[in-house]
């Protein structure tokens, strides 16, 4: 006969299964954040929950932003990013555009729940010059990591409109630009037009990326003027600024 029993192993990710299925919002830095099961997987909470949801992009365009910026935000994810920066500077102005239609009625849901009026989202792809007027978008089992790039995890094809993204960048005029495409950056950053651009937040996807598309963009961030800041780049998101 046992004196003992066996100690059970606690699952460590027990605790945000049972939030997910509670459907209880959680707040990050300031909001108040919708709980999804649908959209919004396992380590997405757990990076919520650490206080390290898109830490690197969010320290770098916060150091970055000044009062009365406009932001062009390129892949809106879960829209956390952009409403956090929305509340942080509530006199600039944010658009941001998403190709994956199954976030955006999260991100509306976000922003409603934290009367979060200076966001605006699109769901569109921007590239520079398309020459088509949609393209398949992978959506991933990850549903943050979709992409124009299929991989081994993407789980299947839509078609998502595209907008030319310079004629985008001309009427809105943005003075930041933040972009995380899933390794479509090789495509958006060379082409884009951002003479007028004091700073740029860029999350690069090595996997995705050869090192002759890495050069690519630094060559054309440094045409533009716009050179690393290393203070404020880490881990895989680089920080450009203006340098006359």
Known sequence: MRLFRKKRKRDPE?????ALAAGEPIFYRGIRVPVSADVMPIPVLVALDLDSYEEPELEAASALMQPGDRMLELGTGLGIVSSVLGKQFPDCQIVSYEANPVLIPHIHALHQANGITNVAVHNRLLEPNPQVESRPFHIHSYFTEGS???TAQSLK????PVEDLNTVIKKFDPTIVMCDVEGAEELVIPQADLENVRALVLEFHPK??????VKSIFDSCAKHG???CIEHSSQQVIAFERVE
């Open 14 to 18: 027990e605790k945000y299964r049972l």
């Open 148 to 150: 124009i790039k299929q």
């Open 157 to 160: 094809a839509i078609e998502v």
């Open 208 to 213: 995705l990326l050869s090192r002759t598309a």
């Open 226 to 228: 716009l050179y690393p």
